[in-house]
């Protein structure tokens, strides 16, 4: 089955642009979609698709992707950003779920 | 606006069965993609299944012999079961909506299950 790799912490410094990665094969062929969780708080969709954004997600949220590595980079990091941070996609072989072991985001 | 509500038992002993149901308002099952997913404590998200628009369902494999997600389409909810449940089961269960398989929008509050004899 598929797999997807993230860094599991990264920090920035506050207003400064951060990128976290998402790393699998399955990512050549599906979009990845990213999370974001608050402790004791549910995730939060910010990213899907090519580089879409639901409704209410700030704009310093955007994603990209390349080969087999999808990116999340906030342009201009808010303390409010500080959160795990997740990606998901699908596995080729059989349309399961597969989620990344999530990146713990430190603003400074 | 969409919203999704859960429910069920939060305390279980070893070899009983985990049952949970989502409901869902502002919204039909009749399209979207329906989700669950654990997340055991302090760890990430590990998605469980999900039963489609169509009816079909779909299950991590690792689970597949214990899970069972289904819909009641005229109470707009649907329901995980997951069997002989084990110390390694417990963990916050959410359920989500996905707009395609893996684009899951909206979610549950997120109910905390734990397994202890």
């Known amino acids: 089955s598929s797999e997807l790799t993230q860094d599991p912490a990264v920090s920035v410094a506050l207003g400064q642009t951060v990128r976290i990665t998402c790393q699998g094969d399955?990512?050549?062929?599906?979009?990845a979609s990213w999370y974001q969780q608050k402790p004791r708080q549910a995730p939060v969709l910010v990213i899907f698709?090519?580089?879409n954004r639901p409704s209410g997600i700030p704009d310093r949220f955007s994603g990209s992707s390349s080969g087999n590595t999808a990116s999340l980079t906030i342009t201009g990091a808010q303390a409010e950003d500080e959160a795990d941070y997740y990606c998901?996609?699908?596995?080729?072989?059989?349309?399961?779920?597969?989620f990344g072991g999530g990146t713990k985001l430190t603003v400074l | 606006q969409v919203h999704l509500q859960q429910w069920g038992a939060g305390q279980l002993k070893p070899s009983e069965t985990l049952s949970l149901t989502c409901g869902v308002s502002?919204?039909?099952?009749?399209?979207?993609?329906w989700s669950w997913i654990r997340q055991p404590p302090g760890k990430g998200l590990e998605w469980i299944g999900q039963i489609n628009h169509d009816g079909s369902t779909n299950y991590k494999s690792s689970l597949q012999s214990r899970v069972r997600i289904s819909v009641d389409t005229p109470n707009n909810q649907f329901s995980l079961k997951l069997t002989s449940v084990t110390a390694a089961d417990t963990a916050i269960y959410y359920c989500a909506r996905g707009l395609v398989a893996n684009e899951l929008d909206h979610w549950g509050q997120g109910t905390l299950v734990t397994v202890s004899s």
């Open positions: 998901n996609s699908r596995d080729t072989t059989n349309n399961h779920v597969i």
């Open positions: 399955t990512l050549r062929a599906y979009f």
């Open positions: 698709g090519k580089n």
């Open positions: 502002g919204g039909s099952l009749s399209v979207y993609f």
